[in-house]
């Protein structure tokens, strides 16, 4: 009960740092997320406004940016795992946000010489292929930043800390993103529709330039205050450095075992040596970094809860590009589309307070269990507007179907990435966290390349149709999970226990 009472300054005041550093975490965090919040919502609009009629833009974007999370993300996990902290900090901030000014100011050319597609087509579609890059390395820098703050330091930093520090980081931290979430494609949609496109591209790439700085100096305070981050850092290198001297060692002592196997008067056969050549191939096919991240990640205990939350990336249904295009061509004003989007925001930022109070209540797992299902439910809103014949009834079911979903899903996301930290050993934490964001977006990849299959805004049914049906196995997928590591779903002795309880209250009265 005393641990209950417990208030998150109070678990801080007695923390082993400065509260204030955790603040700086939190502040270097929302400027970074500010930025790619703000283009992430944008450069569907962009898209759209570029080559009109057309999913096509916007879909080929979606499917360049997560195609290269999908084939890069297991190696951003390993390189993540090899650096300093530092090393990560200066990476991450300097490609995110070069990367984000270059998109912006292309984009500007672009809005301002309108007819250059008509004019000097392979200029076009090179600008078009700068921006695409662009995109794709912020996005794979961002998730850098994220494997660093999210998957490591927020550990690091709460471990030996009064208990449950953990839980409110991560909700504070989720609840900073949808923060950005909720104000930053407010802000570019008002600028869109009351100023114009050109000056929110170009309000992109202020932004960024002026950020950069802040967010550098934030980090590296919060590096240098806590002394457990530089030591973890210290820790990590020294043991990739002993586990590489020992594959040497091992390395090196293969020779002198099959001089030993040879002296010993045995002729190996041909078989044998056959064998051996293939044992050696494919233990250096292991080694490769993308084949021996995904192992690690199919060793884990957490493998299906991580599976689940990958495939609700599986998904139109959200303020993404595809659905914010769709919504744009259906006659949708950009701002409106943009207090949607913040609206959703607002109810996945209660779902980071709702998570802690439950989490402590009923388990992580139960937490998610009960999460995945209120999200299904709750997306059964867009499928009914499928058969609404209003184009503006229909927008606002979706748009309220997609945001009323987003308290499940963020409390769903907690629980599995809560999962992943307590369950998932130190030494593959970055490895896992880097093969989960790849397969996330190799799902993210399948729909964007559903959008350009299927790019007639008039067919974006079927999209959504294809996305509440990856939902539903999701949540089969959890459930099994739950199932399978508690034997069981309900507390069917406790229902009977209360129910038999009320029973004698009543018979009392």
């Known amino acids: 009960m005393e641990k209950r009472l417990l208030s998150p300054q109070h678990d801080l005041d007695q923390s082993s740092f400065p509260p204030y550093l955790v603040t700086y975490l939190y502040s270097g965090h929302f400027l970074a997320r500010w930025g790619a919040r703000m283009w992430e919502f944008s450069v569907g609009l962009y898209m759209i406004s570029i080559w009109p009629e057309s999913l096509l833009l916007a879909a080929i974007y979606g499917v360049v940016e997560s195609s290269s999370t999908a084939l890069l993300g297991p190696i951003i996990g390993q390189l993540v795992d090899k650096l300093t902290y530092i090393q990560v900090l200066r990476l991450w901030l300097l490609t995110q946000n070069l990367s984000f000014i270059v998109a912006g100011a292309t984009v500007t050319v672009l809005l301002s010489y309108r007819d250059l597609k008509a004019v000097n087509f392979s200029a076009f579609v090179s600008l078009i292929s700068i921006i695409n890059v662009s995109g794709a390395v912020g996005v794979l820098s961002t998730l850098a930043g994220t494997i660093l703050i999210e998957r490591e330091w927020v550990v690091v930093i709460s471990e030996g800390q009064p208990p449950g520090l953990l839980t409110r980081m991560n909700s504070v931290i989720r609840r900073v993103d949808l923060i950005c979430t909720l104000f930053a494609p407010v802000v570019s949609g008002f600028i869109i529709s009351f ?20 967010q550098y100096w934030l980090l590296v305070s919060v590096y240098n205050g806590i002394p457990a981050l530089e030591e973890s850092s210290q820790r990590r290198l020294i043991s990739k450095a002993s586990s590489s001297m020992g594959d ?40 490769v970094p993308i084949i021996s991240a995904w192992k690690v990640y199919l060793e884990q205990e ?10 609700l990336y599986f998904t139109v249904l959200s303020f993404g590009t595809l659905m914010t295009a769709t919504l744009e061509w259906q006659g949708t004003p950009a701002f409106v589309i943009g207090i949607a989007r913040g609206v959703s925001a607002t109810i996945g930022i209660a779902a980071t307070l709702v998570y802690p109070a439950l989490q402590s209540n009923i388990s992580t797992i139960r937490t998610g269990l009960w999460s995945i299902w209120s999200q299904w439910s709750f997306l059964l809103i867009c499928v009914a507007s499928v058969w609404v014949k209003n184009s503006l009834v229909s927008a606002y079911m979706l748009m309220g179907g997609v945001a009323a979903s987003r308290l499940g899903l963020w409390m769903f996301d907690l629980a599995v990435i809560q999962q992943m930290q307590d369950e998932v050993p130190e030494s593959d934490r970055c490895v896992v966290g880097g093969v989960q964001n790849s397969l996330q977006s190799i799902l993210d990849l399948l729909a964007y390349v559903m959008g350009i299959l299927i790019s007639n805004p008039q067919d974006f049914w079927k999209l959504m149709v294809m996305s509440f049906l990856a939902v539903t196995l999701s949540t089969m997928l959890y459930t099994l999970h739950a199932y399978r590591v508690r034997k069981h779903l309900i507390h069917r002795e406790k229902i009977f226990c209360s129910a038999h309880f009320s029973t004698r209250e009543g018979g009392t009265e």
């Open 248 to 287: 040497e060692t091992e390395q090196d002592s293969s020779p002198l075992v099959g001089e030993i196997s040879g002296s010993s008067g045995k002729d190996p056969s041909t078989s044998s040596a056959e064998s051996n050549r293939q044992e050696n191939i494919a233990q250096k096919i292991s080694k």
């Open 195 to 214: 100023v114009s496109l050109r000056a929110s591209s170009m309000a992109l790439g202020l932004l960024n330039t002026v950020f950069v700085w802040f």
């Open 302 to 311: 957490v493998l299906l809860p991580g599976v689940s939350l990958a495939l």
